[in-house]
């Protein structure tokens, strides 16, 4: 399959190019019109596929309901919005409940499936703070310890890509040391971390930072707390749910101006909610929340936010046209920056030869006119 476009992101920037596809890779970037093309695609935008690292869900099913067809129907129509990689995220629970969790996404991988690659588990909770916990239930919070952890992992048959706890709780961070020797991104979030906590929790291998400006320490010129400490270590990743509900469009370019290009992530936090009638009232780890008309969820109890059902090629639009953030940083937030943060950017986050086929064709009011996971059109 050889597909074209005069604007394909290659290299950081808009060319007249064609990709050929074969055997789920893109074989060669060619020269616009060098060859025969299946499909023509004018002046739309060609992009790589979307990582979303952060996502509890969609169309009523939870990464903690551990139903094999409701995480398949989410894999098979998330790359309607151009998602062709994916992180289920789980959220604070049981043992019981979170171990059939991992268990389900563990054996849904082994046994197939279509649309979106899962490219692992984000485990967010239940080793979280207190004050700070945002929709988690308090009940399941507790302290991490590798023993637990490793029982986890052993469920998701090796999966957990990516932790968010609060990295303050380990006092002696033997925990994130050992996460971070064992490949597992530590994220620090819902938590109560101070600037100094945080610095000593990178400095031991903590790599991320969970929903920046959500559900953590804010910054303050005499106390710069969790969120100083992600726009001052700039070569720490980042996630950033780009609703505009979360964040402003104003602090989204803060963040973005602060952080550069290479370590800000787009994630959705979007909940099983999405894709359902606005008003709908569902249990979200033990929680009743609600869809909002803006598209954001909320506690029924206290009103307090508790996710969203974002899009991702609406948050590359908050992005671009109201946070007024430059292309490159918005679309790296959701391909390569992502990619390189679970360290699969040697085949994904690009359209260069060797890469895995995901692809993104938009439409200039950044609908998705189509998907390509490796290759297949998928939308």
């Not at 060669?28 to 299946?38: I, M, S």
């Not at 991992?102 to 899962?118: F, R």
């Not at 979360?246 to 999405?274: C, E, I, Q, W």
Request: include cysteine.
């Amino acid at each position: 399959m050889i597909i074209q476009s005069k604007r394909v992101w290659v290299l950081g920037h808009f060319m007249e190019a064609q990709l050929e596809v074969e055997n789920g890779k893109i074989q060669k970037v060619l020269g616009y019109n060098e060859k025969a093309v299946d499909v023509d695609y004018g002046d739309k935008r060609i992009v790589p596929g979307f990582i979303d690292i952060h996502t509890h869900g969609a169309y009523g099913f939870d990464t903690n309901d551990a139903e094999p067809q409701g995480l398949r129907n989410w894999m098979k129509h998330i790359p309607e919005e151009g998602v062709t990689g994916i992180c289920p995220t789980t959220i604070t629970q049981s043992e019981e409940v979170l171990t059939k969790a991992l268990k389900n996404v563990a054996n849904v991988v082994e046994e197939g499936y279509e649309g979106a690659e899962i490219l692992g588990i984000h485990f967010e909770g239940p080793y979280l703070d207190m004050v700070y916990k945002g929709a988690q239930p308090e009940q399941y919070i507790c302290k991490g310890t590798i023993e637990q952890f490793e029982r986890y992992q052993k469920a998701a048959n090796g999966l957990i890509k990516v932790i968010t706890m609060a990295t303050e709780t380990d006092e002696d961070l033997s925990f994130v040391r050992y996460l971070a020797d064992h490949d597992v991104v530590v994220s620090m979030g819902h938590s109560a971390a101070t600037f100094d906590q945080a610095s000593m929790a990178i400095a031991n291998g903590a790599r991320s930072m969970t929903h920046i400006f959500n559900g953590m320490t804010a910054f303050n010129h005499r106390n710069p707390g969790l969120v100083g400490a992600a726009m001052r270590f700039r070569d720490t990743f980042g996630e950033v749910i780009c609703d505009g509900n979360h964040s402003t469009p104003d602090a989204l370019n803060n963040l973005f101006m602060a952080k550069g290009r290479d370590y800000t992530v787009m994630v959705t936090d979007a909940l099983m909610v999405k894709g359902l009638p606005v008003g709908t009232k569902v249990l979200f780890g033990g929680n009743e929340i609600e869809l909002y008309p803006d598209g954001s969820a909320h506690l029924t109890s206290t009103k307090g936010l508790a996710g969203s059902t974002l899009k991702v090629n609406e948050g590359l639009k908050v992005l671009v046209e109201k946070a007024l953030v430059p292309w490159d940083y918005a679309i790296n937030a959701c391909t390569i920056n992502p990619a390189r943060l679970l360290k699969v950017d040697d085949r994904k986050g690009k359209l260069v030869a060797g890469y895995d086929a995901d692809i993104v064709v938009l439409n200039d009011d950044y609908s998705v006119a189509q998907t390509y996971c490796k290759g297949k059109a998928c939308l």
